[in-house]
């Protein structure tokens, strides 16, 4: 067990690493002010418009790198950091959204798998360490709840595996969209060779961000595997 906590333990670590680095990155690449002049609206609603999506509205949200596309309104929702600012770190995040637009109006098998998943996942997430531990303690408690407590705690797994399964779908989502984005800003010429670059590299590590968070999804289900199944 002393193995799997070291591993949690230095996931954990990792998971701050990068997003400290991401947002050093993105503040870095905020300085690299695009030579067309661009804000971040106005390439999300251009690469909108070279996919014939019409449909899809660029909206401002409150908050940092709190971006999303949100396909049951169909918009797109930048950060204030993103919505109105003129540099390479927007111009990443804004067309890598889109990117999300895309896949939807094309009908993206795991971008649909992923929107499928979400009411469920979030209604198991809440619930799934709960069962888990209560299971756990119910099962101790003595021998005429330990099968019911065994019970409890598979399914409070099984939750917690729909939690991992979701976090690895979205790593092809994310990677996607991020291609996406990048193949676009390039044939559009929408950046120059510095500025493609920096949105390159801004996009790798929001893309380690999922990845990592993936991993560590992975080895909390592990953990509490061994901990239900191996009770003797």
Do not use: C
């Not at 030579?35 to 999506?53: R, T, Y």
């Not at 929702?77 to 600012?85: F, T």
């Not at 003129?86 to 795991?110: D, I, L, P, T």
């Not at 990845?211 to 953990?223: D, H, K, Q, R």
């Amino acid at each position: 067990m002393l193995g799997f906590y070291i591993i949690i333990g230095a996931i954990s670590v990792i998971s701050w690493l990068i997003s400290n680095k991401l947002k050093n990155k993105f503040k870095f690449y905020s300085n690299l002010h695009l030579h067309n002049g661009m804000s971040g609206a106005e390439i999300a609603q251009k690469m909108l418009i070279d996919h014939n999506i019409s449909d899809v509205e660029v909206i401002s949200t409150p908050g940092m790198l709190t971006d999303h596309y949100n396909p049951k309104n169909k918009t797109v929702n930048l950060s204030e950091g993103v919505y109105n600012q003129r540099n390479a770190a927007a111009a990443a995040v804004a067309a890598h959204e889109v990117g999300h637009a895309v896949q939807h109006a094309k009908a993206y098998q795991w971008l649909q798998l992923r929107s499928n998943l979400v009411p469920v996942v979030s209604i198991t997430s809440k619930f799934s360490q709960y069962l888990v531990i209560g299971g756990i303690i119910l099962g101790a408690a003595s021998s005429a709840t330990g099968y019911i407590g065994f019970l409890v705690a598979i399914a409070g797994l099984v939750f917690m595996g729909l939690g991992t399964l979701f976090s690895f779908i979205t790593l092809p989502v994310e990677y996607d969209a991020s291609n996406r984005a990048l193949a676009w800003l390039k044939n559009k010429n929408i950046v120059n060779h510095e500025e493609y670059k920096g949105s390159e590299d801004a996009l790798k590590w929001a893309a380690r961000t999922y990845l990592v968070a993936a991993l560590g999804s992975l080895a909390m289900l592990l953990y509490w595997a061994i901990r239900i199944l191996d009770r003797d």
